[in-house]
């Protein structure tokens, strides 16, 4: 499998209140072309801080991070923008992710409206027409093109996370971060949700970050999963050795505390 993305070494400290946080300390991992990579850790082990690095949303104390071999942390102007075109981004939180007073089309559309010379090849025969392009992207995850002249309040939690999905690949990423994106939903929706993130990683070839504190969601999803704990990985393992006796501890903890 070739490697889409490196992380070396990462480090990323906050100060709070006046005392130092160290969100991330040395971490190191990559994710290959078409795979699914699953984050998982409780409430403050430096997940989501992995997430905004890998989007270049913040960068780095220490180490590197490479997209295709070149090297985020020195990326700026020109060659950031372009870069962010292939990795894009699912949160937790459709609610405050999609702006309320704005119908569902242009939420849709706003990463292709950054980037109108990017015609994925999945949206070659409507990329003329906003709405139309909008309303096959919606059809994509599972809504009627009805949905583009809706606003968002107008849509039940899981299908505004459609949206959102909707959007996270409109630009045809190689990447997809997942931050959470079944975490704010039922039980059922969720498994909905990983149906379709799933369906979808295969139809377009995409690689994903799955990041969540719910092993059983991520093992759902993962070919490989890595644990973390307060900024540290604790144990890094393909999903099928998820009941392994070489598990750490700390996953199997987490693993009978999901019951
Ligand atoms: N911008 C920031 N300023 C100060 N501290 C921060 C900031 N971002 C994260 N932290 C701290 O860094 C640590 C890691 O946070 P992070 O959000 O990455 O963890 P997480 O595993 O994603 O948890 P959660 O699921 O609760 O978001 C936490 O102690 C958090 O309070």
Redesign the pocket.
């Known amino acids: 499998m070739n490697e889409l993305m490196s992380v070396e070494g990462i480090s990323?400290t906050?100060?709070?209140n006046g005392r130092k946080?160290a969100?991330?300390q040395g971490v190191s991992l990559h994710i290959g072309e078409g795979e699914c990579l699953g984050i998982v850790?409780?409430?403050?082990?430096?997940?989501?801080?992995?997430?905004?690095l890998l989007l270049a949303l913040e960068r780095p104390d220490e180490g590197d991070i490479r997209f295709q071999g070149v090297s985020l942390t020195g990326l700026k102007g020109k060659a950031l923008r372009t870069m962010r075109q292939h990795i894009q981004v699912v949160f937790q939180d459709p609610t405050a992710s999609l702006n309320g007073r704005l119908p569902i089309w242009r939420s849709v559309m706003e990463p292709l409206d950054n980037f109108p010379s990017v015609i994925p090849p999945f949206l070659a025969d409507t990329r003329k027409s906003r709405r139309e392009t909008a309303a096959k992207l919606l059809e994509m995850v599972g809504l009627h093109q009805d949905y583009v002249e809706r606003y968002p309040h107008e849509l039940s939690g899981g299908q505004r996370q459609r949206v959102a999905i909707a959007r996270g690949i409109s630009l045809n990423p190689k990447l997809l971060i997942c931050?959470?994106p079944t975490s704010s939903l039922d039980v059922s929706v969720q498994a909905q949700i990983l149906k379709l993130l799933k369906s979808l990683q295969v139809k377009l070839g995409m690689s994903y970050l799955f990041?969540s504190?719910d092993i059983t969601a991520v093992r759902m999803i993962s070919n490989r999963i890595i644990v973390?704990k307060e900024?540290q990985i604790v144990d890094r393992f393909q999903s099928d050795q998820i009941t392994s006796e070489d598990r750490h501890a700390y996953t199997r903890l987490l693993i009978s505390a999901a019951g």
């Not at 850790?41 to 905004?52: H, Q």
């Open positions: 990323k906050y100060t709070g946080i969100a991330l850790g409780e409430s403050g082990s430096g997940k989501s801080t992995l997430g905004r931050d959470e990041i504190h973390m900024g």
